[in-house]
């Protein structure tokens, strides 16, 4: 079954690719075409990065490679692994933590590789994908598992598919799945000056 559209109540009009996309836990059994995942990794390519030096990496495992789709699930914590089995595709972003160059830290590199993964994810709502990101991994496990070299530095994992209705997860990922979007106020996060002076274009309306 498939979930149904849970777009966010916003303060100001935006895209709907944008207001429509979130991250599910629930997925549809159903593989994500090699076509359609090749336009998600395309889309993260032509993200902005500091001096250009696209910094992202990713893996990408599916379970058609059961070993290696294994391998992923085996990094991610027990709570994660839960739910994210059932996803079609499960990876990891992974950062390069100096310039290519000139060999210096890139103190920019994880807001980076994030712009590449929200680029992704932004494609991927427009392509009737949902993808999840996660921070709940382990990192050792993940550079041991897929062999990742000293200079790079796993940054979060993800999976993408088919989002499916909540009713499909076993507590408590169902009642997480179906609670209400929220997010902060612009005026808690938007200043227009000092620290904690709101801009008057964030303002609450009146």
Do not use: C
């Not at 429509?20 to 076509?35: G, I, L, M, N, Q």
């Not at 998600?40 to 290696?68: C, M």
């Not at 290519?100 to 712009?115: F, I, K, L």
């Amino acid at each position: 079954m498939a979930a149904a559209k849970r777009p966010a109540e916003t303060s100001a009009p935006i895209h709907e690719h944008i207001s429509h996309r979130w991250s599910p836990r629930a997925f549809e059994d159903k593989p994500v075409a090699p076509e359609k995942l090749r336009s998600l990794f395309e889309a993260a390519r032509w993200a902005a990065s500091s001096y250009g030096d696209q910094p992202w990496y990713f893996i990408v495992t599916t379970k058609v490679d059961a070993h290696n789709h294994k391998l992923a699930l085996d990094g991610l914590v027990e709570f994660n692994q839960n739910w994210a089995k059932q996803a079609p595709v499960l990876g990891y972003s992974v950062a390069r933590k100096k310039f290519a160059h000139n060999g210096e830290q890139n103190a920019h590199a994880w807001h980076d590789v994030g712009q590449a993964m929200a680029t992704l994810s932004i494609q991927a709502e427009a392509e009737g994908l949902q993808v999840h990101q996660m921070a709940g991994y382990i990192a050792d496990k993940v550079r041991k598992n897929f062999d990742i070299p000293e200079d790079y530095e796993p940054v979060a994992a993800f999976t993408i598919g088919y989002a499916a209705s909540a009713d499909t997860l076993p507590e408590p990922y169902k009642e997480r799945e179906k609670a209400p979007r929220q997010r902060k106020p612009l005026e808690s996060f938007v200043f227009g000056g000092p620290w904690g002076k709101t801009a008057k274009f964030a303002e609450p309306k009146k």
